[in-house]
């Protein structure tokens, strides 16, 4: 009974972080210093992973978890980083999944919850973050807010290119 409720607590602990999220991440205007800002953002992935660039569908299907392998078999680990309502988030969630950021949220625990994905992506408070975890946990994927040093990491691509091709 222990190890089933420890089991059930490891499963929900990701959707309480992808619900909440962090409460230190700060959104677009306060990072850039202004409502008028241009965000770019990089798609990063894991060193590990066999893939060297994406397109655009192939970055929705591992955003909804409709792709949860790797070529090769590595399992995908999804990161998010920033605010659960930030305006960076939010815009690309909306760009590539065309989906609200609450809809997303629903959506993976439904996934989670319906047996279709093991765990929700993992939320982080930051792209730091999100890029130190990338880089430990192999078949990681994020998409994080340009620039940043990307040498622990490779770069799949940057979404205003992909986002351009649909």
Not at 149 to 157: A, K, M, N
Request: proline fraction near 5%; hydrophobic fraction near 50%.
């Amino acid at each position: 009974m222990v190890s089933l409720f420890r089991g059930v607590l490891w499963l929900l602990l990701p959707i309480a972080l992808l619900l909440h999220g962090p409460a230190s991440a700060q959104g677009v205007e306060a990072a850039n210093g202004g409502e008028d800002s241009v965000v770019a953002f990089t798609v990063i992935a894991h060193p590990d992973v066999s893939v060297d660039n994406l397109d655009l569908d192939d970055l929705r299907a591992l955003l909804l978890g409709n792709q949860r392998f790797w070529p090769g078999g590595l399992r995908v680990h999804l990161v998010i980083d920033g605010q659960r309502d930030g305006a960076a988030r939010r815009a690309w969630i909306e760009d590539i999944t065309a989906m609200s950021e609450v809809q997303y949220t629903q959506y993976w625990i439904g996934m989670v919850f319906r047996g279709r994905a093991t765990t929700a992506p993992h939320s982080v408070p930051d792209a730091a973050t999100a890029t130190a975890l990338v880089a430990a946990l192999p078949g990681a994927i994020s998409i994080i807010q340009a620039p940043l040093s990307t040498e622990q990491v490779q770069v799949l691509g940057f979404l205003d290119d992909l986002l351009a091709d649909r």
